[in-house]
């Protein structure tokens, strides 16, 4: 016998007056399941609207799915002392660039609505590609919170490029987006773009910070494929184009030996949020700390790299 619950339910979708044409939705929503609370009552020297004031306090949210996103946090601690930081790390879903483009959406979408939700801040930057080139807009169609993404930095690569011959590093899952397809057929004009998802170098990233050695053989090998591509032996810029590549600067150089020029977006993007933010005031009521998912126990193994960039408590989320 089903149970009433369920027999009402049906009987309410079954009824003539309910029954509805089917109509697919794929316009924005209209109703937000989350908006930032803002404090009202302040004018800035700036000339903004006290309606554009956040609290003081209320941090800035960077999320990714390990310690890539330090990388920008570096740039943005010279940028901006003075704001308050959330540091969040999806650890139990690292690494994504081996995901499926349904779950990193879902993980993202979900988490990021939760923490916006608990913390209330004043902007997310998302500060990994993988998650970026999937769903930022789907993000930002569910979030009020101004949210910041992170852009393989193709443009200005063509811009650097002498040989015309640029590489672009990434996750595996980051390489396939049309997100991607877009800006090679705006930017890269008369270049040529040579792509490789280089997955273990996320892993090599995630133990250097660790305090694990790493070895510059193995960085080599993990971004080879780059290279053995045709044109590849007149490469002369590589774009990294995943948050936790920057962490492995000083191995890809050796690897990739001299004449070759790196370039990410973690100053671009600090400088983005440093815009976004202008004219609101900040204040730390309570010093900045950093959220994983999953073990604790790992996640704390990663304390000495995060109190290198001012972050001295690691908790679970
Ligand atoms: N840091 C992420 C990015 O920028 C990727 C790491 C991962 O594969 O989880 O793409």
Known sequence: RPRSGLRSYRSAQHTPQNRKPFEPSLSKP????YRPKWKHGH???AGHTELDQPAQDSPILLFDSGVGGLTVLGELRDLLPQAPVIYAADM?????????????AARVAGLLGRMAERYQPRLICIACNTASTI???????????????T?????????????GVIGLLGTEATMRQAYVDELEREFVGDCTLLRYGANNLVALGEAKLRGESVDVDDVARAAAGLVLQNHGERLDTVIL???????????LRQAFGEGV????????IARRIVSLTDGQDFARSAPDFAVGTGEL??????APAFARYGIDDLRAF
């Open 30 to 33: 209209r109703t937000f399941f």
């Open 43 to 45: 004018s800035t020297s």
């Open 92 to 104: 139990a879903g690292l690494p994504y660039g081996a995901k499926s483009e349904a779950e990193i």
């Open 135 to 149: 769903a930022l807009g789907m993000v930002r169609d569910v979030l009020e919170t101004p949210i910041v993404g």
């Open 151 to 163: 852009v393989p930095a193709i443009k200005p690569a063509a811009k650097m490029t002498r040989t």
């Open 241 to 251: 184009a995943c948050t936790h590549f920057p962490l492995l600067e000083d191995e």
């Open 261 to 268: 020029a790196f370039i990410h977006g973690a100053e671009g």
């Open 297 to 302: 126990a790992d996640f704390q193994r990663l």
